[in-house]
């Protein structure tokens, strides 16, 4: 019985080039981020990977990747999941702004506090604790029995989603 759970970022976003905050917005994959999903997808393959189902967010810049990945891999017609669960961290009132704007406003240390401690959210956004709320139940109830089944299982979502998930399979609570 093989089983691997596979997770990958998404290629960069057209808000990743231009250092904006992105959360929940969809933002689509420049062409850097398309090649970056397309080299993935052929490492994968390299690597002789064949997946039994893929889950992806509502995000077009996630969902993109993750049907790169599976072009490459020769299976374009795999059952794909798609769910707001996995969506990259809500920045809440940072979404759409630059992020060397926002420590202006803000102040440098503020704008860290906000983006790399575990509890502190943006305002009107999520913490990573709050990501990991959403992302760990999702992952328990519908991407762990395929895990469990054997399977070989492609997640393809967002640097905190997939941090949040990485760090409740590791156990670690950021706390």
């Not at 093989?2 to 231009?18: D, I």
């Not at 996630?62 to 891999?73: E, G, N, P, S, Y």
């Not at 992020?99 to 956004?125: C, I, L, N, T």
Request: glycine share 10%; with cysteine; aromatic share 6%.
């Amino acid at each position: 019985m093989s089983r691997s759970l596979v997770l990958v970022r998404h290629g960069q976003s057209e808000w990743n080039l231009k250092n904006l905050f992105t959360g929940w917005r969809d933002v689509d994959l420049t062409e850097q981020g398309h090649a970056e999903a397309k080299a993935a997808g052929q490492k994968l393959k390299a690597r002789g990977l064949k997946f039994d189902i893929a889950f992806t967010s509502v995000l077009i810049r996630a969902q993109k990747t993750c049907q790169h990945i599976l072009d490459a891999v020769g299976q374009s017609d795999l059952k794909t999941i798609r769910d707001q669960a996995l969506n990259e961290r809500d920045y809440g009132d940072l979404s759409g702004l630059n992020k060397d704007d926002a420590r202006k406003k803000w102040g440098e240390e503020q704008v860290h506090v906000w983006r790399r401690s575990y509890d502190v959210p943006p305002p009107a956004g999520e913490s990573l604790k709050d990501t990991g709320a959403r992302v760990w139940p999702y992952y328990l109830h519908d991407l762990q029995p395929h895990v469990l089944r054997g399977g070989t299982v492609l997640v393809a979502a967002h640097g905190n989603s997939l941090r949040a998930l990485i760090m409740a399979l590791d156990g670690k609570s950021g706390e």
